[in-house]
Each structure stands twice: as C-alpha cells, then as structure tokens.
C-alpha cells in the first residue's frame, strides 16, 4: 500500500515537474520555452505563432496556429504538459493563420478577442467554403486536420480592456488600434513580464499594411509597449525575443515616417516615394514585397491622404 | 417519411421544452422571463439570480442570495438543461450576489467589472461561512466547500458575450451601489438585469462611494435601451416601471435635501426632519438615513 501511495505520488510529483519545466525540446521541433509554463510554437520562420501558457487551473492559448495542422501539433504538446483543458484562447487578430484552429479546442475553450474581431471574420473572404477547401487541398494530412472544423466566433468581446485571471497567472489585454487587422490585441503578463505583441511588430520582416493601418497609432502602440517594460517579447509571427524587437521596429517607423515626410515636402509624388525610397538597416529583412503598401501608409500619416 | 418526422421531433423535443418549461415547475420563487430566461425571486427584497439557457450553454446572472439558494437553482438548471453553466456575470460585488460562486466555477468563468476582484478580496469576510451555517442545518449542508471565487474576466466599461444564438452587452454603471456594478441588456429578447441601481420599493443601502447623479445618469441609460422586462438586483421581474419610481423618489430626496440645506439646515437636523410620506409603504425604511447622508453629498459637492 505505502509502495503504491509512493509510486503514485513520485508519478503525479514527476507529471507535476514535467508540466512546469519541460525542456521546449521534450516538446518537438518548433517550440521556444518562454518562461516555466509558457511555450511559443510556430511551424516555420515568420509563420503564426501559437503559445501554451500553462496555468494551475487549466491552460490559456494564444492563437491557435497558422493552420489546423499546426494547431493538432500544437494540442500533442498540451497533452505532453498537462491533463487541463484549454479554458480560455485569446486572438491577438482574427485573420485565419490565427484562428481558424479554434474548433480543436472550442467547446469548452472560450474564445476572447477585442470588438470587431466577429465582424472582421463575417466580412473576411478568407473564410468561405471554396479557400476552405483550397486550403484542405494542401495534403491529405492538412484534409485531416481539418476533420470536424468549423468556423468559431469570439464568445467574449471586450472593448479597449480587459483583464484575464486564470490560476495563478494575469493576463491583461490591450486593445491596439489601427495596428495590423479590425481587432488587434496585445497580451501583458505583469508578473512573468511577457509580452505578446500581435502583429504590431515583425522580426526584420516588412508588415503588410492594409489600409487601415496607421503607422502614427502603429508607433503609439509600440511607446505604450515598450513602456511595460517586458522581458520577453512574442511577436505576432517570427522569433521570440527581447525589447529589441520593438526598438528596431520603432527605429525602423521613425525612419520611414521622416524619409517620407522629406520626400512629400520636396514635392515628390507617392509614386517617386516608391520608387527612389531606402530605409537603412532594412536590407536583410524579409517581406520587400510589402515595403510599397508600407511606404503608401506612412504616405497616409504624413499627408492625412 | 413519417418515421423521419419523428426522429426529427424527437431530436427537437428536449431543446422545445426547455424553452417552454414553465416556472413552477422549477420550484416556488422561480419566474419565467422569456423563453430559456429564468429568474429566480423569492420574495420582494431577497437577491435575484438568473438563468439564461442558450444551445451552447448557460449563463447565470449572480450566484444568489446564500448557497442554500444557488443549490435551488442548480437544481433548475439540471431540470432545464443538461448543458454546462459557461459564463456567471455578477451584477455587483457583494457576497449576497457572489458568495455561491463555488457552486457553479469551475467549470464557470466568472465575470463583472474592474475592480470586482478587489473589492471582494477586501470585503471578504471569513466569519460569514459560519455565520450562514449557523441559520439552519440545510444551510450548513449548503455551505460546505464554500470558498471565494473572483471574476476571471474583469472588463472596463462594455463587454459582448456570444453563446449560441444569444447575446449579452455588460455595461458598467459606475457609483451606483458596489465597486463594480454591471447591467446585462439582451438585445434581441429586450430583457434588462438592472443590477441593484434599482429594485422594488425597497431603499436601497446607499455606501458612501455611491452618487444619486450617477445612479440617475444609470437609470437614464438603462431606460434609453427601452427593455420589455427589466430584473432588479433584488425583488420579482419587473418592467421600466421601477426606473420612475427610484428616479422620482430620488430626485424627490434631492430637492428636499437640496432645500433644508440652503436654509442652513444640517446633516444632523436634516436626518431628524426630513420625512418621504410618498414612499412610507416601501421596505427598508431604516436606510433612509444613508440615503440623506448620500443625498447631501452630492447636494453640497
């Protein structure tokens, strides 16, 4: 009996210590540990990040992948961590290398996102039955991760603020405006001192500004982050890191708002802008592709066009 | 094909009830709302607590008044529906509406407004289990495994919750009874939790963070949504009917205070003199006192 007692608490003792400091590497390929408890995936360079966030009363999880192959991979791992259920995923946008694997998780996951989050999804074409089934077509694996799929809206949206209590852990969401999608949202760990940005920030990789995007509320957002002072920072898509990320992304924006704003003063066209504008420190990044609908946002903030 | 009907009917049957089981069935207290919308009302002044049945869920509206009363209402929950209570929104912080979250979280994620959690940490009182099992020796029953539960979610201002085909808009009413308190509009059934900004002839215990001009501006927006059925914090469903009744009975209380004041009058004398014969017949007539305290106030800032 008490070899038994003893077997089983070594076994619940050694779960327990598997759960709050599993090497990343114990998880697969793809993980970055955090903190005790806190494991970023993404599938490949600058592809969507998913995170566990392990708490005693069950797990929180920060989009759920670029895919649902990615999502499967991701809810193995949560598996190898802990028996808890995902309580809570928080989008940080509601584009569908962010959310489209909620249905792995929801029910009993409750979905969070900020107002506009469901609207942006109901307007978004990225979600119809033909991409759908365009994205199934990948591979027969991809066509399986997709079994029982459906389509979740966020039960809760907040406006501006809000503040998550799971376990022992706070999460407090920002509202960032303007930033990236309809419904951005910045996640604050004020007692691990974690960061997640959403896609505000990129790692050396060009965002891709739709038009709503405004780079002055964009650089807001980045000041209001930079002053929580966090540890570590998870960007949207691309490494996790450290302040850096935000500094050089700040660096970069101020360059690009003043080389603009000189051109648009010296009577150049947005055409010529495109055409003759460099940003040093830029020439390694990915994404170049996207630095014309960058330039045409920092067109936007310095003219009010 | 006849056979297909009946599959179809029989798969429907257990969802069709439940939007039209009828309220006494679910015990005495219990009042039928809206199809799905249940409230449970034991008499004029106690808390109310309700339920919201969706196909995703329930959502519960306070944890009622003692864990005797949110065991009762477990138990309707289990006669309504075989779904899991998802979301328990508080209307406000104090332990008369929150003391039975232990009942219903987990699996419930608890919300209401900033503040919530630390008011109820501050306010907690760890006599209170003992003092409640002390009634009875049904309500010792009820109280084991009590412990406090604060909200998951803490919103600022407004907040949407999705379940199924329902909707639920949280809005912050600021300095009307609690730290935080929180009013829940369903838009769609036209049906109000008014939090205890009003309740049913009752003078409400007004503490001193609580402003008339903000629970009138409460009040004010509350009635702007034009509900069909508005639930107080305390007391059985009502209608806009008691957004009037406390607007008059405070403006009323502010013109007289307001009034005894310019003539010099003191706090002390008004308390002695001032009388509302117009509302003698409402419950509570003891907090009179706060209420003056209150109204002053807000006539002297």
Not at chain 1, 194 to 213: D, E, I, M, Q
Not at chain 2, 103 to 119: M, V
Request: net charge neutral.
């Amino acid at each position: 009996m008490n070899l038994k007692l003893s077997s089983a608490i070594f076994f619940l003792a050694s779960l327990l210590a598997f759960a709050a400091y599993a090497p990343a590497q114990d998880l697969g390929p793809h993980y970055t540990k955090i903190k005790d408890g806190i494991y970023v995936y993404a599938g490949a360079l600058n592809e969507a990040n998913s995170t566990i966030i392990l708490t005693q009363d069950g797990v929180v999880l920060i989009d759920t992948g670029q895919s649902p192959k990615d999502t499967h991979i991701v809810a193995a791992a949560i598996k190898k961590l802990t028996a808890q259920p995902v309580r809570f995923i928080i989008h940080t946008e509601p584009h569908p290398d962010h959310i489209m694997g909620d249905f792995v998780y929801s029910p009993p996951a409750i979905v969070i996102a900020h107002k506009g989050a469901t609207e942006s999804v109901k307007q978004s074409d990225s979600f119809t039955p033909e991409r759908i089934e365009k994205q199934m077509s990948e591979s027969a694996e991809m066509r399986g991760a997709f079994k029982g799929f459906r389509l979740i809206t966020p039960h809760i949206e907040y406006r501006d603020r809000m503040t998550l209590n799971v376990g022992e852990r706070t999460f407090e969401l920002y509202y960032l405006k303007n930033v990236h999608s309809e419904a951005d949202t910045a996640i604050w760990l004020p007692k691990e001192r974690v960061l997640f940005t959403a896609a505000s920030v990129g790692v050396k990789r060009f965002g891709n500004h739709r038009t709503l995007v405004s780079i002055p509320d964009t650089m807001s957002a980045i000041k209001m982050m930079r002053a929580l002072n966090p540890e570590a920072v998870i960007p949207g898509h691309g490494v996790p890191g450290s302040v850096k990320i935000l500094d050089d992304m700040g660096r970069y924006y101020n360059l690009l708002m003043e080389g603009v704003g000189a051109m648009v003063k010296a009577g150049k066209s947005l055409d010529e802008i495109k055409k003759e504008l460099k940003i040093p420190g830029t020439e390694d990044w990915e994404g170049k592709d996207r630095f014309p609908n960058n330039i045409e946002a920092a067109y936007r903030g310095v003219t009010g066009k | 094909m006849r056979f297909r009907w009946l599959t179809v009917f029989a798969a429907l049957f257990p969802f069709l009830s439940v939007n039209s089981l009828p309220a006494q069935d679910l015990g005495p207290g219990f009042h039928k709302v809206k199809d799905g919308i249940y409230v449970y009302a034991p008499d004029q002044t106690t808390t109310t607590c309700s339920i919201v049945v969706t196909q995703e869920g329930v959502v519960m509206i306070d944890s009622c008044n003692n864990p005797l009363d949110s065991r009762k209402m477990l138990a309707a929950v289990k006669k309504v529906t075989d779904k899991p209570i998802r979301f328990l929104i508080d209307t406000e912080t104090h332990n008369d509406h929150t003391g039975g979250h232990f009942l219903f979280s987990p699996p419930a994620t608890i919300i209401n407004h900033e503040g919530a959690g630390e008011a109820m940490r501050k306010d907690f009182d760890p006599k209170r289990v003992e003092t409640l099992a002390a009634r009875s020796p049904e309500m010792r029953e009820a109280v084991q495994g009590y412990k406090m539960i604060a909200p998951h979610i803490e919103y600022k201002n407004k907040m949407t919750i999705n379940l199924g085909e329902r909707t639920f808009e949280l809005i912050y009413l600021k300095n009307v009874h609690s730290e935080a308190d929180t009013a829940i509009w369903l838009p769609k059934e036209r049906v109000l939790f008014a939090a205890s900004a009003a309740n049913v002839r009752w003078m409400i215990n007004l503490r001193p963070h609580v402003t008339i001009p903000d629970i009138l501006a409460g009040l004010k927006l509350m009635r702007s949504l034009n509900p069909e059925v508005v639930v107080p914090g305390h007391g059985p469903p009502s209608t806009t009917k008691i957004f009037d009744e406390y607007e008059g009975f405070y403006t009323l209380l502010l013109k007289r205070v307001g009034d005894m004041a310019r003539q010099g009058k003191s706090l002390e004398e008004i308390k002695k003199e001032l009388k509302m014969p117009e509302y003698a017949d409402w419950a509570g007539q003891d907090r009179l006192g706060v209420n003056i305290d209150v109204a002053y106030k807000s006539v002297k800032n």
